[in-house]
């Protein structure tokens, strides 16, 4: 078989931090661990194009989802991923599992 990578691993690589390229797909959107608005040219960017949301995840943080607003531009920055809810989560098939029973459903209307 002369398949040797999964379907999008470029795709994957590219976002991948220090696979040795430049990325723009993973930011950690937190300071020490706490949330903060995103910079004015961000804010304004996304205003400029029309981007109300910006709704991400993949940067595990706790047990529910993190909600930032930002009065200025009107923009809404959700970020939610609770996959390190629990330190203590079952280890039994995965050792660095820290998935634990929080589950989040972000509902976004209008």
Known sequence: ????????AALIEYGTPGAGKRTVVYHNPFVDGNPV??????????S?????????GHQPHGQSP???RHPDTGLLVVTADTSRSNPKG??????ANNRGDAVS???LEG
């Open 1 to 8: 078989d002369s398949k040797t990578t999964r379907g999008g």
């Open 37 to 46: 608005q995103r910079t004015k040219r961000v804010r304004e960017f996304l």
């Open 48 to 56: 400029k194009s029309g981007i109300r949301r910006l709704i991400t």
């Open 66 to 68: 993190t909600v930032v």
């Open 90 to 95: 079952n280890k039994v098939v995965n050792p």
């Open 105 to 107: 459903i972000v509902r």
